[in-house]
């Protein structure tokens, strides 16, 4: 019988503990969720309020597959149909419903709540590494709590990708260049934004690369095809998608026309948003409209702040990316604090500052957090009247 050394058992509950604390963060985050979803719709139907707006779409694609062809309303015009979403997150909703028989419902809101618990742990580690374990919890609640985070428990496919980036990056820095790859490729079969973290990870394939032939011993270190294939299988997943959304429809741009036929999203250099800014401040006739302007300059200030404190490259590459897109597209503006949930580069700064607070302080400034972001994704699913 063996016994484990005093090192290897701090190592072990070290490690154990980077799994039962973002666990214990994220849990506690989605019951406080539920318990305001409770509390303020008004008809009681929470599971309806999960599966709303664009979860109505996935669950349609894990249940009856994705349409043949463009689709249109009575008129003759143009709709979006089940071809904008990638199949990622439908079609493990798809096979978490045969392993398990949940109704399909059920399983699209299971499916995220598991993710969203993988994404927490991915991300402490992350951060964990990036920083230290303090760094990496507080990485952790800041992405529980921010607004919006309410996409994690819905039918949404945002923690499932975030999941699957976190676990690239984290792969990326370790050196596990196959997983980061499949990781990479699934993330851009979750979501376009899916390219921003193929991206990421070809900046780290590079810089793996150079260390390499920088390094003047050359023998022992990670063969060059090995950063390179997983870059190239990543790059891979989002022209994947959309070839085949185009062979498909018989047009090779059917994706992009579907996207702006069904929810007005074009790519137009932030004009939308830049525009959209001007009348909030200027003249602005709701609190929810002022509020999101506010938020989108908040994070562009904290994205400027994350590159001057010198973050991890790919890091930084994937969250500026995901940033422009979002930022640089027209659509839905009440849509844009959801769709920046797996933005991540905008966490570090506030998550690292808290990291080095003082533990009162940095608890307090969480709490009053996350009570501001929890409660407001529940106003935006219950009372606001819009999709997300």
């Not at 709590?145 to 792969?171: D, I």
């Not at 299988?233 to 047009?251: E, I, M, Q, T």
Request: aromatic content about 12%; overall charge positive.
């Amino acid at each position: 019988m063996t016994t484990m050394t005093p090192v290897n058992e701090i190592a072990q509950r070290a490690r154990s503990a980077l799994i039962a604390f973002p666990l214990g963060i994220y849990a506690v985050s989605r019951l406080v969720q539920l318990a305001l979803l409770w509390w303020m719709a008004p008809d009681g139907k929470i599971r309806d309020r999960l599966l709303a707006w664009d979860g109505g779409h996935f669950v349609r694609v894990a249940e009856e597959g994705y349409p043949r062809g463009y689709s249109y309303d009575i008129d003759g015009h143009l709709v979006g149909n089940g071809l904008a979403f990638f199949p990622g997150y439908p079609m493990t909703v798809r096979f978490v419903h045969l392993v398990t028989r949940l109704d399909y419902g059920t399983a699209a809101i299971t499916v995220s709540w598991l993710a969203g618990g993988a994404a927490a742990v991915l991300l402490c580690a992350l951060g964990t590494r990036l920083y230290d374990e303090r760094a990496g919890l507080a990485l952790t609640a800041l992405f529980c709590a921010q607004p919006m985070s309410m996409a994690l428990s819905m039918g949404y496919s945002e923690a499932l990708f975030t999941a699957l980036v976190a676990g690239m990056l984290l792969c990326a820095h370790r050196g596990d260049w196959l997983l980061a790859g499949l990781l990479g490729l699934g993330a851009g079969l979750t979501r376009p934004t899916g390219a921003a973290a193929a991206i990421a990870l070809a900046v780290a394939a590079l810089l793996a690369v150079y260390k390499r032939r920088a390094d003047a011993q050359g023998a022992g270190g990670t063969p060059v095809w090995k950063p390179v294939g997983a870059a190239v299988v990543a790059l891979a997943g989002v022209p994947a998608y959309l070839l085949w959304v185009g062979l498909r429809v018989g047009d090779l741009g059917a994706w992009f026309d579907i996207q702006t036929a069904g929810w007005g999203t074009t790519f137009d250099y932030g004009e939308s948003t830049l525009t959209f800014l001007r009348d909030a401040f200027k003249a602005g006739d709701g609190w929810i409209q002022v509020s999101i302007a506010w938020m989108l300059l908040g994070v562009v200030a904290l994205a400027i702040t994350a590159v001057r404190m010198r973050v991890w490259p790919p890091l930084v590459v994937y969250g500026l990316i995901v940033l422009v897109l979002v930022l640089g597209q027209a659509g839905y503006y009440h849509s844009k604090p959801r769709l920046l949930v797996p933005a991540l580069l905008i966490l570090v700064p506030p998550a690292v500052a808290l990291g080095r607070a003082r533990p009162r302080t940095a608890a307090l400034v969480l709490t009053g957090l996350g009570a501001f972001g929890l409660w407001y994704g529940s106003y935006l699913i219950t009372v606001w009247h819009y999709a997300i």
